[in-house]
């Protein structure tokens, strides 16, 4: 057997769950340069915009075809009050944001991050304040953005500016409930979670999806008792639609085995794999507690919504560190692709899920420098992976040919295939080796003939530690890929050391 060859069958015939769209969600918060900067730079600003919402980060995002954006933490959720960011600007309270040491305008507050989704052409989620709130708060804001005309809340936000209820109907109550969302006990915060589900109203078409606090990565005993506590129909156990789960692949949580954050550019072929396996084990975490919750919800109605996820380094020291600002090599993109593969492979119970964060906030989609704007790699792979949103999954099976190192194991090459409305296949590879090539080799079961690739491209760098930044926005970019061949009804491609490919079949 050569071992740079690996054998992939895709079975074209054998449709799996759809792929829900929501699965490439995205995450901003008030925290560093995210909002302020990043997305809002008010109406006055030299820097083109729609309303202070910056126009080349709008184009960038709707080029990604983000489903959803949630919104306003994160931990600032816990301590945000909506009420501070509606009504005349100028009038607004100008306040410190006590999670992340930040001066707070509230110039972004409630109808801007709903123009901004509209601009996005996005669904809002918004995480509620279950912390530092009160239930009547949160209901509040619900009534505030659902309710048609004809109450005073409804009333007021047609007073400022948006007649037509929004119709937001995913719904966070509270965040990281066990930490900085209020240091609560499993038992507690089920409690809470009902109490404050319970006054969420549905208006009209909306019915809501209410999220609840889930576990940190490998706190299983969290999820067992919110899964017991949140079902139990004596209790009214339909209010929970999704439970939460936050995982940072930051070298200090599990599977950590020397605790360290790690730094973005700099690294040996050990903090590689260390990175690499920490992605993979996502895969544990994610079969771990969909066992919990099909015990307690067989029929699978409730999602896993992974609403943090992604890389979490030492902040670039050009920049303070609250900001938690981290530039981002190929071993990034490489990373996003595994773990958006295993959201895919785990589709039947993952039904959203948000990359923490989307602008200039750890494993970010986009950096801007004053008025330059770059796409960061992993908005790349964001980019090849949309003909995957609400198709259906294909089985792919093969020699993933697992990598077992100190800190975990991970696969050589994660392939990801799926068939859109239009009957397009496409297939996803992320190749995990930073320094050798492999050759694939594809099948395809229940095809009648794949002679002809629509589209392929590729997203590899010719470093591994090249990064994008103003002077030089594509040194990590896609380009078209056409390097593979046939023979008979088998695709045979060879992949350069750490990439991203993606070819489409009409
Ligand atoms: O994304 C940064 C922070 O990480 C979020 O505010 C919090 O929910 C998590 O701990």
Redesign the pocket.
């Known amino acids: 057997m050569n071992p740079d060859r690996i054998a992939f069958a895709v079975a074209a015939d054998q449709p799996g769950p759809k792929i829900n769209r929501h699965i490439f969600g995205q995450?901003a918060?008030h925290?560093g340069r995210c909002v302020y900067e990043g997305i809002w730079v008010g109406e006055d600003s030299p820097i083109p915009n729609v309303r202070g919402l910056r126009s080349d980060v709008v184009a960038a995002l709707r080029a990604i075809k983000v489903p959803n954006l949630r919104w306003p933490?994160?931990?600032?959720a816990d301590a945000y009050h909506w009420r501070n960011g509606i009504g005349p600007r100028e009038k607004r309270h100008r306040m410190r944001n006590d999670?992340w040491g930040q001066i707070e305008t509230n110039a972004f507050g409630t109808h801007e991050f709903l123009d901004l989704c509209a601009q996005v052409g996005c669904e809002p989620v918004i995480c509620g304040n279950l912390g530092s709130g009160t239930v009547q708060e949160m209901r509040d804001w619900v009534e505030y953005l659902n309710a048609p005309v004809g109450t005073v809340l409804s009333n007021e936000r047609a007073a400022n500016g948006h007649p037509a209820p929004y119709g937001v109907r995913f719904w966070g109550v509270g965040?990281?409930s066990w930490?900085?969302g209020g240091v609560m006990r499993p038992e507690y915060y089920a409690d809470e979670f009902r109490r404050y589900s319970n006054f969420l109203g549905n208006y009209e078409k909306t019915r809501l999806y209410r999220i609840a606090t889930g576990p940190a990565v490998d706190d299983y005993a969290w999820t067992e008792v919110i899964m017991r506590e949140c079902t139990n129909p004596r209790f009214n156990g339909a209010v929970m639609d999704g439970l939460s789960l936050?995982y940072?692949m930051n070298g200090l949580t599990p599977p950590a085995k020397a605790p360290r954050l790690m730094p973005a550019t700099k690294f040996d072929a050990a903090d590689w794999n260390r990175v690499m396996a920490h992605g993979w084990f996502l895969d544990e975490l994610l079969t771990k507690h969909t066992a919990i919750m099909d015990r307690h919800d067989p029929q699978r109605r409730i999602g896993l919504v992974v609403d943090?996820w992604g890389a979490w380094y030492e902040n670039d020291p050009s920049h303070p560190a609250n900001e938690?600002y981290q530039q981002q090599t190929i071993r990034d993109a490489v990373l996003a692709a595994l773990t958006l593969n295993l959201f895919i492979a785990h589709a039947e119970r993952v039904s959203m899920a948000n990359v923490?964060?989307v602008i200039n906030?750890?494993h970010a989609m986009i950096f801007t420098f004053g008025d330059k704007m770059v796409r960061t790699p992993s908005w790349h792979v964001f980019d090849l992976y949309t003909p995957h949103q609400d198709a259906i999954r294909l089985p792919v099976t093969g020699d993933l040919q697992m990598r077992t190192h100190e800190d975990g194991a991970y696969p050589r090459v994660s392939a990801t295939a799926s068939r859109a409305a239009d009957g397009s296949i496409t297939v996803t590879l992320a190749h995990t080796d930073p320094t050798k090539p492999v050759t694939v080799e594809l099948t395809f079961a229940g095809l009648p003939a794949v002679g002809s690739a629509k589209a392929g491209r590729m997203l590899t760098a010719s470093a591994l530690t090249d990064i994008n930044t103003p002077d030089t926005p594509n040194r990590v970019t896609s380009v078209p890929w056409t390097d593979f061949s046939f023979d008979g009804a088998k695709l045979i491609a060879t992949l350069p050391p750490a990439c991203i490919a993606v070819m489409s079949f009409a």
């Open positions: 995450f918060e925290l933490g994160g931990c600032f999670t965040n990281e930490g900085c936050h940072y943090e938690l923490a964060q906030v750890l």
